[in-house]
């Protein structure tokens, strides 16, 4: 099945002459798993993935992950994409 992990880190910088400014770094990764996958070994994917993320960006205000995972109903069936 297709999964898809995003890790996004985002928040205020200072820039001179500006009066607001903001950086955010965003690292998306697919991945095509068994139906077997675990929790815990998607958990270890995404660990993996915010490492990177934060190597990019020290101190981020918000650092924040996501998982999807693509299917449709397909003749009553679901169906994992891939």
Do not use: W
Request: net charge negative; hydrophobic share 40%.
């Amino acid at each position: 099945m297709k999964i898809e992990m995003e890790v996004k880190a985002f928040g205020e910088v200072e820039v001179q002459g500006a009066k607001d400014a903001f950086k955010g770094v965003e690292l998306m990764s697919v991945h095509n798993l068994s139906k077997d996958t675990t929790l815990g070994e998607l958990e270890t994917l995404l660990s993996t993935l915010f490492e990177e993320v934060e190597n990019g960006y020290k101190n981020p205000k918000q650092c924040v992950g996501k998982i999807t995972i693509r299917a449709k109903k397909e003749n009553g069936e679901i169906v994992f994409l891939s």
